[in-house]
């Protein structure tokens, strides 16, 4: 759920732009070829504005490479990305090269900026020695199309079963029996096993190309993106996270007691009262939605549920198609009616989420935006199914990339992911550099803003819920729904790149990978496995970013930015009362205050932007809190008397011991 941006945020997934492999050609060329070279005499102005030319024109290649790679995984897509993407870092380590001359000279603010930035612009920092960067780019490739096409098959002969990541996560979101929910998430994790060692040396090698740019690592250099030193980026994030700890430490123990009183208290939790892995709803335990049947707090007050008539719509559509040509068909041409009714209703829901922007007086998307997105997962081949959002050209190409379903989930899914594409389409018109969000956190918040506004009286007005009862049950539910994917994902979204850092500066270990994974996956969230994890297994590779090499503090970040726009946006829209009734949708002066803001993308610091949003210029948890302050009251209620929080230090065994993970705000300098 990410945007494809090369320069700002160069990753081997969907969310970035290639992966490279081949050796340079010999003629100077931003197409195809060595890099290009500075003319002699030239201004760090003029510098800027050649970079900024030959990366749009040198851009629309390396997207085409990545999107084959991701819509048609096999070995020659993969080979054609990795070609675009050594190409292209080996063209970055040049300009960063010709930068160098600039420093200390004088120069505008904005010239500064933009070389600020190019610096910056690479989550895969390319190694000098091209032997080295060749073989980073190949597997970056490597582990891109091992998740996309990962499978797991169980069984023999006839009844041998063979699930893909959309089957096993089908499993966890519908199923509550205690083990087909454990086979199936054991089952994904094994897909991500013989990454381990690709994934080792991939870390090597990023972190020499770290070095080569003047950082002490790679996690140095991630954290080195948000207009501040790396050591207060990091402060930050922890200090964020004491504000919203407290309610997330409510709503985990609220969902231990429920899962406790499902399974038994030998099977609702892991020792040190942690919740299992596996019992969540959701391959990761990121987002706790699926388990709505387990976790309501009133199931006979109004729910605002919108599966079943998302579902109902599918299956209308389908009857549609069925009833165009009645007789008997062959298994193929039902098979074909299922995928064309799965498009047209992907589309449908797509027009909705659509509908929503442009009421806020946004432009509708291009055509090209409807015959070029990958709205289901096609019947013919492997896909990379991760949602992801494309900006293809710089100039109006724009996609999404999704292997939609009719559930409650993706429907949101594609709401956030079109913040991204009205992000693309609002900054098209600046240099290339300055193409990106204020900071990658603000990317992420954008369609998740809309989807705080998708208020059950809003999912009422467009047919998707029935009418909503008033009461204080009515309440408390519906900011249940919204908790379970909101407050849920906090603290996973802290302890992945508390990994990566510990990974990136040696303080975890190769021979520690997995256990030093689930020991932050016990300190943040209070989640365990089941069963030991032992190193044989290699649990980070079987989430997206990870063998995707995307940073992920900006996630953690988006569930707070979002909330603070979302507050501000209701206040130009007018809106009087709690925070948690407001809807913007079709308030032309809310549109207009967000595509102002929109329109700046990185063309100036961060901390400028969000003023001009919310009149204030730091990240800020309050308007969380404000807006779930009736469920943490009630959470309250509900825990008084229990035992509540967790000792991390009792997760299930994995390995011999890890060493103690890095203290995130105190980096290495370099």
Wanted: net charge negative; glycine share 8%; aromatic share 10%.
């Amino acid at each position: 759920m990410k945007p494809v941006r090369a320069l700002l945020a160069l990753t081997i997934t969907a969310a970035v732009i290639g992966l490279g492999g081949c050796k340079k050609e010999p003629t100077p060329t931003t197409t195809g070829g060595a890099p290009t070279t500075a003319p002699a005499g030239e201004t760090a102005d003029q510098f800027v504005a050649r970079v900024n030319d030959e990366y749009r024109k040198m851009y629309p290649e390396m997207t085409a490479a990545q999107w084959l790679s991701s819509t048609y995984i096999n070995d020659d897509s993969g080979l054609l990305a990795a070609k675009a993407n050594e190409r292209y870092l080996a063209q970055l380590k040049s300009w960063i090269d010709q930068s160098l001359k600039f420093e200390g000279q004088q120069m505008s603010p904005e010239t500064a900026r933009a070389i600020q930035l190019l610096k910056l612009g690479t989550a895969m920092p390319p190694p000098k020695d091209p032997k080295h960067l060749e073989e980073l780019t190949q597997i970056a490739a490597r582990m891109e199309q091992m998740y996309g096409a990962g499978t797991y098959c169980s069984g023999e002969g006839d009844a041998k079963q063979c699930r893909q990541l959309g089957d096993l996560e089908d499993v966890l979101r519908n199923s509550r029996d205690y083990d087909e929910q454990l086979q199936a998430w054991q089952g994904w994790h094994t897909i991500s096993k013989p990454m381990r060692q690709d994934y080792t040396r991939f870390v090597e090698l990023v972190n020499e190309g770290a070095r080569d740019m003047g950082f002490a690592d790679t996690g140095e250099l991630w954290r080195s993106g948000y207009d501040m030193s790396p050591a207060e980026i990091a402060a930050e994030s922890d200090r964020l996270w004491g504000q919203v700890k407290p309610l997330y430490e409510q709503l985990h123990c609220y969902a231990r007691t429920r899962l406790e009183a499902k399974y038994g208290n030998d099977r609702g939790h892991v020792a040190g009262n942690m919740l299992p892995a596996h019992l969540m709803g959701n391959m990761w335990q990121q987002d706790w939605g699926n388990l709505w049947d387990i976790l309501a707090p009133y199931p006979n007050a109004s729910v605002p549920e919108i599966t079943s008539a998302l579902e109902s719509q599918y299956r209308a559509t389908h009857e549609a198609q069925l009833a165009k040509n009645p007789g008997k068909r062959a298994p193929s041409e039902l098979a074909q009616i299922e995928q064309d009714a799965r498009l047209a209703s992907a589309k449908l829901m797509t027009e909705r989420a659509q509908d929503f922007y442009t009421s806020l007086g946004m432009p509708k998307l291009p055509e090209s935006y409807w015959n070029r997105t990958q709205f289901i997962k096609p019947r013919d081949r492997d896909v990379v199914c991760h949602a992801s959002a494309w900006d293809m050209n710089m100039a109006g190409d724009v996609r999404t990339k999704m292997c939609i379903k009719p559930n409650e989930e993706d429907f949101t899914t594609i709401y956030h992911e079109l913040g991204h594409v009205y992000y693309y389409l609002a900054y098209n018109k600046l240099p290339p550099l300055f193409q990106q969000g204020a900071h990658d956190g603000f990317h992420e918040a954008i369609g998740d803003t809309i989807v705080l506004a998708m208020t059950p009286k809003y999912l009422q007005s467009i047919g998707l819920a029935g009418e909503q009862q008033v009461s204080d049950e009515a309440v408390i539910n519906a900011q249940m729904r919204m908790a379970l994917a909101k407050v849920s994902f906090l603290p996973f979204g802290l302890m992945i790149d508390r990994w990566r850092w510990g990974v990136f500066d040696g303080s975890i270990k190769p021979g520690n990978y997995n256990q030093a994974w689930w020991d932050l996956k016990a300190k943040y969230q209070g989640v365990a496995p089941s069963t030991p994890r032992g190193e044989e297994f290699f649990d980070p590779g079987a989430k997206y970013h990870v063998p995707g090499n995307t940073p992920y503090l900006r996630y953690f970040f988006s569930h707070v930015l979002q909330f603070q726009f979302y507050k501000s946006l209701c206040d130009a829209a007018g809106h009087k009362g709690p925070l948690y009734e407001c809807s913007f949708y079709g308030n032309k002066e809310a549109g207009a205050r967000f595509q102002a803001m929109l329109s700046k993308g990185a063309s100036q610091p961060w901390q400028k932007t969000l003023k001009e949003l919310t009149g204030g210029e730091k990240m800020d948890a309050s308007a969380v809190l404000e807006y779930f302050d009736p469920l943490q009251k009630w959470l309250k209620q509900q825990n008084e008397g229990k035992t509540c929080g967790w000792e991390s230090t009792a997760a299930a065994p994995a390995a011999p011991v890890a060493p103690t993970a890095p203290k995130p705000d105190v980096p290495k300098q370099g």
